[in-house]
C-alpha cells in the first residue's frame, strides 16, 4: 500500500482538484502537489518533454519531475472522455505513456482509465482501481468516492455562481472591478496558472477591469450556445470555449474579448478562429488573440496588453461605433 500521493498542479487539476483531493484523502492518502509553475518546472518540462507537445503538457512533464523524491506514487489517470458522447484532447489519453518513455527516475504511476463517453459507470471503476493503492476496504473506496463526487459537485456551483475557489486562484482575491468588462477564453490550466499567461488576469484587475471566464458561465448556458452550431463540438473543452464565445457574442456584454491559445494546440487553432469570426459576424467587440508557448515574454504581452486596454478605454469613453476591425 502506499502513503503519499503526488499530484501534478497542471492541466486537469484546475478541473477536478476538489474531487481528486477528497477522494485520495478519504481513502488515507497524504497528498503532495506540485510547486507552483516556476522557471525550473518550466526548463524541466522542456527538457523532458518531446518538441512537438503544446506549453501545457511541456509544463506537466516539469511537474511530474517537481514531484519526484516527495510522493510514493503520482497520480496521472489515463483521461478519455469526461462527458457522454464527447472526447477530451487525446493528449490526455497519452499522458501516462508519454510521462514513463520521457521522464527517468518515476515512482509507480497510477494511471487509472476515466471514460465516460458511453456512461458514468466507468467512473466507479476508476475510483476502485485508485483507492486499491491506499485501502483494501471496499467500502471506505466507495464512501471516499461519493464524499469526492459531492465536493465535485458544491465546486462546480460554487464556479458556476461567479466565484472561483482561493485554491484555483492561488489565494488572490478578485477584486470587484466595475470598470471595462473583459471575458478571457482559453483553456482552463491557462487561464488559472500565472506563469503560463505571464500573469494576465492579475493585470486586467489592476486596470480595473471585471473578467469574465467560460468557467463562470452556468453550464446548461454555455451547452445551449454550443448546440447551435450546425455541428457538434464533441471535444467537451472545446465545445466549453465555443460555448462561451458564443454566449458573449449573444449578449454583447463585453467590452472586449481576449483568446488565450497554446500554440501547437489543435483544438485552439480552429475554436479561436471560429470565436473570433462568430464575433466579428455578430458583434463589433473587439478580440485579442494571444498565443503562450514556451518562449513567450512578458514585456511582449505587455505592450500588446496595454494597447488593447487602451483602445478599449478609448471605445468606450469616445465612440463604441468605430470598427473593431479596421
Ligand atoms: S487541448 Fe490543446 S492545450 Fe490542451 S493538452 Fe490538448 S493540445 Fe495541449
Redesign the pocket.
Known amino acids: 500500500m502506499f502513503k503519499k500521493i503526488g499530484i501534478p498542479r497542471a492541466?486537469l487539476y484546475y478541473d477536478y482538484y476538489p474531487l481528486w483531493h477528497t477522494f485520495f484523502e478519504n481513502v488515507g492518502a497524504e497528498i503532495v502537489l506540485s510547486d507552483r509553475t516556476n522557471n525550473k518546472i518550466l526548463n524541466d518540462g522542456v527538457k523532458y518533454c518531446i518538441n512537438e507537445?503544446?506549453?501545457?503538457?511541456k509544463l506537466f512533464h516539469g511537474h511530474i519531475v517537481n514531484l519526484i523524491g516527495k510522493a510514493d506514487c503520482l497520480f496521472v489517470p489515463r483521461m478519455k472522455s469526461v462527458a457522454r458522447n464527447e472526447y477530451?484532447?487525446?493528449?490526455?489519453t497519452g499522458l501516462p505513456d508519454m510521462i514513463r518513455s520521457s521522464v527517468p527516475n518515476l515512482p509507480p504511476i497510477i494511471d487509472c482509465e476515466v471514460n465516460l463517453r458511453k456512461s458514468n459507470a466507468q467512473l466507479k471503476e476508476a475510483f476502485f482501481e485508485a483507492g486499491s493503492f491506499f485501502t483494501e476496504d471496499k467500502a471506505r473506496i466507495w464512501t471516499a468516492a461519493q464524499i469526492a463526487m459531492e465536493a465535485n459537485d458544491r465546486y462546480r456551483k460554487q464556479v458556476e455562481g461567479g466565484r472561483l475557489p482561493a485554491q484555483i486562484l492561488e489565494n488572490r482575491q478578485v477584486p470587484d472591478n466595475d470598470g471595462l468588462r473583459i471575458a478571457v477564453i482559453g483553456?482552463i490550466?491557462?487561464l488559472y496558472d500565472d506563469y503560463i499567461n505571464r500573469g494576465l488576469l492579475g493585470k486586467l484587475y489592476e486596470n480595473g477591469a471585471r473578467v469574465f471566464t467560460p468557467e463562470l458561465i452556468q453550464g446548461g448556458i454555455v451547452d445551449g450556445n454550443a448546440a447551435k452550431l450546425d455541428k457538434k463540438v464533441f471535444?467537451s473543452?472545446?465545445r466549453r470555449l465555443m460555448g462561451a464565445a458564443m454566449h458573449f457574442a449573444e449578449q454583447k456584454n463585453v467590452d472586449g474579448v481576449i483568446y488565450l491559445m497554446?500554440f501547437?494546440?489543435?483544438?485552439?487553432s480552429f475554436i479561436a478562429e471560429l470565436c473570433e469570426r462568430r464575433l466579428r459576424r455578430q458583434t463589433d467587440i473587439p478580440f485579442y488573440l494571444i498565443v503562450l508557448d514556451e518562449h513567450s515574454g512578458e514585456a511582449g504581452i505587455n505592450t500588446r496588453l496595454e494597447a488593447f486596454i487602451d483602445m478599449l478605454k478609448w471605445r468606450k469613453r469616445n465612440d463604441s461605433d468605430l470598427s473593431a476591425h479596421g
Do not use: E, Q, T
Open positions: 492541466l507537445a503544446c506549453l501545457p503538457v477530451i484532447c487525446p493528449k490526455f483553456h490550466y491557462n471535444w473543452f472545446a497554446s501547437g494546440c489543435g483544438i485552439d
